[in-house]
């Protein structure tokens, strides 16, 4: 219960950090963060948390992850489950706090900060694109996570590598698709949205999923001994 109880936790902040910098903060006038800010908010979630929580959970903060650690043998299948509802339900909860953040001043609630394809990309990239991207920045992601918590790696910098990761990742697809990576963070967003957002929503669970489970199954036999 401990553990699940920090996945929640995790997932919550993952969402308010990430989520929030980009509803709130990238185009505020003048000083508006940006691109950039955004992308570092969403790894500073990340590196914080890994700190923080991850002797207690793991910090996966994303059902992608979990599946795909528990493809490469890294994590028990009996926890996969409990792990996804607690991401997941933290992420719900984050979305609801910040809805009441962002709309506090009298602000609709805008794009939130949900992932989307076509009209709905901020640079209006394909759905094609879209999964691609995706599939690939999350099956990049699990490789970096799964090398950097190998026991043959240097230890205490696992969370620095994984954050900087996320960081990257940003940076390269917010323009796409908002960067999703994780179904749970396009959940609890498209839940506030709805319409497009929903409609659109499952390809930020199928994509992360599959490029995941790939890396799982990579990994494995990359650091193989054979």
Not at 104 to 111: D, F, H, V
Not at 143 to 151: E, F, N, P, Q, Y
Not at 196 to 225: C, D, H, R
Request: with cysteine; glycine share 12%.
């Amino acid at each position: 219960m401990k553990r699940y109880l920090a996945e929640f936790i995790g997932t919550f902040w993952l969402v308010l950090g990430g989520c929030g910098s980009a509803a709130l903060s990238a185009a505020f006038p003048e000083v508006g963060i940006g691109l950039l800010g955004v992308s570092l908010a969403f790894g500073l979630t990340v590196l914080t948390i890994a700190y923080s929580l991850g002797h207690i959970s793991g910090a996966h903060l994303n059902p992608a992850v979990s599946v795909g650690l528990w493809i490469g043998k890294r994590f028990a299948g009996k926890d996969l489950i409990p792990y996804i509802i607690s991401q997941i339900l933290g992420a719900i909860a984050a979305a609801a706090v910040l809805q009441l953040i962002v709309t506090g001043n009298g602000s609709a609630i805008g794009g939130f900060a949900a992932n989307g394809y076509g009209e709905h990309s901020p640079g209006k990239y394909s759905m094609e694109t879209a999964l691609v991207t995706e599939f690939v920045m999350t099956f990049m992601f699990l490789i970096v996570i799964l090398g950097a918590t190998d026991k043959k790696s240097s230890v205490g910098f696992a969370g620095l590598a994984i954050g900087l990761a996320l960081t990257l990742i940003h940076l390269i697809s917010i323009p796409v698709t908002n960067t999703s990576v994780n179904p749970a963070r396009s959940i609890s967003q498209a839940l506030f949205v709805g319409d497009w957002a929903l409609a659109q929503l499952w390809l930020f669970i199928v994509a992360p999923i599959l490029g995941a489970a790939l890396a799982g199954i990579v990994y494995t036999f990359i650091n193989s001994e054979d």
